[in-house]
């Protein structure tokens, strides 16, 4: 069996995430992903830290493929990462300024044709001890969990290289079809989301694909009490302020999304531990409607968490997972362009949780930004990362918006409103270890 053999095609998702830069009139609204890590002390040398990679990522199938062709064509070809060519350093003015504007202008860089997707940059010079690593990928070859996935044999504490035989692990034995009457439930959940909506259509200021890009931080401990307080997950805590937050600039500066439900696609993580070396993405992107205009928090909380219930379910979740491999390819295609057609696409909103504290020799990781793409079309695209007791959420937001600067501080403060309403958070130590907190803070999905 050769390691194209073992692998399923490319799904719908990854042949649109790659065209759909296509259409972008500018490079902002590019498909690149990933994170910037920050870390105190030295930093290391460029050929060491090529060595490093090259030796921790050896065999790594999703850093090894390249997609090509289109539709039924479309296929995994194998293509060995040339550490050199993959790894680069940038000296960096001083300030934070600098590496904020390296950070953005790297997103734009073209991919290469003839080689994966991803690159390792360090950045250096902008503090006086520390640096940064960003790493970045093209969303059709890999989704966000995918690049936790990544950083954490890269940075981990007990980094380990993922065995070269996971090219030939042989395809997953056909899954169990969901029953019958799940399968309508969950057709009647995504059919009722699936309405064209106005919320983001304005002949008088038309989206665009320039994007300004912005990062806010809180405690993670702020988002697990107000989760603990309302019944609900961290992932709804962080929806509910996100709704608030939008539904504030909107009372202003929006008057489309003032009143009308906010329609937030959620990337649902699909990805079978038989897929775990795979390239591409094993998502689902699923629509639901934030409760609409000014609201008391912990009502839009009990309405939000009502709202994202369905896709808790295992039910739910295995009729999801049916569609994306059981569904004809034509016909995800077709579902994916009607679901991302203008009247259809939103904001889209992702969550994820890094478990291991990262380092790089005797340099530690003290913080991670995440990085989110915000296609064509969209408004805005947000992702949270929460690592060592911090969130970090990655704002991409369309220049057309009117304000939307201030929608990074909204969020915050209604986080902060949350908490507060929920009781101040407990005094004493946070957990002693990334992994305990990341267990208390999973997000759900």
């Given at each position: 069996m050769?390691?194209?053999?073992?692998?399923?095609p490319?799904?719908a998702?990854?042949l649109?995430?790659?065209?759909?830069e296509?259409?972008?009139?500018?490079?902002?609204?590019g498909?690149?992903?990933?994170?910037?890590?920050?870390?105190?002390?030295?930093?290391?040398?460029?050929?060491?830290?090529q060595?490093h990679?090259?030796?921790?990522?050896?065999?790594?199938?999703?850093?090894?493929h390249?997609?090509?062709?289109?539709?039924?064509?479309a296929?995994?070809?194998h293509?060995?990462?040339?550490?050199?060519?993959?790894?680069?350093?940038?000296?960096?003015a001083?300030?934070?300024?600098?590496l904020?504007?390296?950070?953005h202008?790297?997103?734009?860089?073209?991919?290469?044709?003839?080689?994966?997707?991803?690159?390792?940059v360090?950045?250096h010079?902008?503090?006086?001890?520390?640096?940064?690593?960003?790493?970045?990928?093209?969303?059709?070859?890999?989704?966000g969990a995918?690049?936790?996935e990544?950083?954490?044999p890269?940075?981990g504490?007990?980094?380990?290289?993922?065995?070269?035989?996971?090219?030939?692990?042989?395809?997953?034995?056909?899954?169990?079809r969901?029953?019958?009457?799940?399968v309508?439930?969950?057709?009647?959940v995504?059919?009722?989301?699936?309405?064209?909506h106005?919320?983001?259509?304005?002949?008088?200021?038309?989206?665009?694909?320039?994007?300004r890009?912005?990062?806010?931080?809180?405690p993670?401990a702020?988002?697990?009490?107000?989760?603990?307080?309302?019944?609900?997950?961290?992932?709804?805590?962080?929806?509910?302020?996100?709704?608030?937050?939008?539904?504030q600039?909107?009372?202003?500066?929006?008057?489309?999304a003032?009143?009308?439900?906010?329609?937030?696609?959620?990337?649902?993580n699909l990805r079978?531990?038989?897929?775990?070396?795979?390239?591409?993405?094993?998502?689902?992107?699923?629509?639901?409607?934030?409760?609409a205009?000014?609201?008391?928090?912990?009502?839009?909380?009990?309405?939000?968490?009502a709202?994202?219930?369905?896709?808790?379910?295992?039910?739910?979740?295995a009729?999801?997972?049916?569609?994306?491999?059981?569904?004809?390819?034509?016909?995800?295609?077709?579902?994916?362009?009607?679901?991302?057609?203008?009247?259809?696409?939103?904001l889209?909103?992702?969550?994820l949780?890094?478990r291991?504290?990262?380092?790089?020799?005797?340099?530690?990781?003290?913080?991670?930004?995440?990085?989110?793409?915000?296609?064509?079309?969209?408004?805005?695209?947000?992702v949270?990362?929460v690592?060592?007791?911090?969130?970090?959420?990655?704002?991409?937001?369309?220049?057309?918006?009117?304000?939307a600067?201030?929608?990074?501080?909204?969020?915050?403060?209604?986080?902060?409103d949350?908490?507060?309403?929920?009781?101040?958070?407990?005094?004493?130590?946070?957990?002693?270890?990334?992994a305990?907190?990341?267990?208390?803070?999973t997000?759900?999905?």
């Amino acid at each position: 069996m050769t390691d194209m053999q073992a692998f399923l095609p490319p799904r719908a998702a990854d042949l649109f995430l790659r065209d759909l830069e296509q259409r972008a009139e500018h490079p902002d609204a590019g498909s690149t992903i990933g994170a910037v890590l920050h870390l105190s002390g030295a930093a290391p040398g460029l050929l060491e830290l090529q060595e490093h990679v090259a030796t921790r990522l050896s065999g790594l199938a999703r850093t090894s493929h390249l997609l090509h062709g289109d539709g039924r064509r479309a296929q995994w070809v194998h293509a060995v990462p040339d550490p050199a060519r993959h790894v680069i350093a940038q000296r960096l003015a001083r300030g934070r300024e600098s590496l904020e504007a390296a950070v953005h202008d790297l997103l734009r860089d073209p991919w290469p044709v003839d080689a994966p997707a991803w690159r390792l940059v360090l950045l250096h010079g902008h503090v006086s001890n520390g640096f940064a690593l960003l790493y970045a990928a093209h969303h059709s070859v890999q989704d966000g969990a995918t690049v936790v996935e990544i950083l954490q044999p890269l940075f981990g504490p007990d980094a380990r290289s993922e065995p070269s035989a996971v090219v030939l692990r042989p395809l997953p034995q056909p899954e169990p079809r969901p029953r019958l009457r799940q399968v309508l439930r969950s057709a009647a959940v995504l059919l009722r989301y699936a309405r064209k909506h106005q919320v983001w259509t304005s002949p008088s200021q038309p989206l665009s694909s320039r994007r300004r890009t912005a990062w806010i931080h809180a405690p993670a401990a702020s988002l697990k009490l107000a989760a603990r307080a309302g019944g609900a997950s961290v992932n709804a805590v962080y929806l509910t302020a996100l709704g608030h937050a939008i539904a504030q600039w909107a009372s202003t500066s929006w008057p489309l999304a003032a009143e009308a439900p906010i329609p937030v696609m959620i990337p649902v993580n699909l990805r079978s531990k038989d897929e775990a070396g795979a390239p591409g993405n094993r998502l689902f992107l699923t629509r639901v409607d934030l409760p609409a205009g000014p609201l008391p928090l912990l009502q839009r909380l009990a309405g939000t968490r009502a709202a994202t219930s369905p896709l808790k379910l295992p039910g739910h979740r295995a009729v999801l997972r049916s569609a994306l491999t059981r569904l004809p390819a034509g016909f995800l295609q077709r579902l994916v362009a009607v679901s991302t057609a203008p009247v259809r696409l939103t904001l889209v909103a992702s969550c994820l949780v890094m478990r291991e504290r990262l380092r790089y020799g005797d340099a530690v990781v003290t913080r991670i930004d995440p990085l989110m793409c915000c296609p064509p079309g969209a408004p805005l695209a947000v992702v949270m990362l929460v690592y060592a007791g911090e969130a970090s959420v990655c704002f991409r937001i369309d220049r057309a918006l009117p304000d939307a600067e201030c929608l990074p501080g909204l969020w915050r403060q209604a986080l902060e409103d949350l908490s507060t309403a929920a009781g101040r958070p407990p005094a004493g130590p946070q957990p002693a270890t990334a992994a305990a907190a990341a267990a208390a803070l999973t997000p759900e999905p």
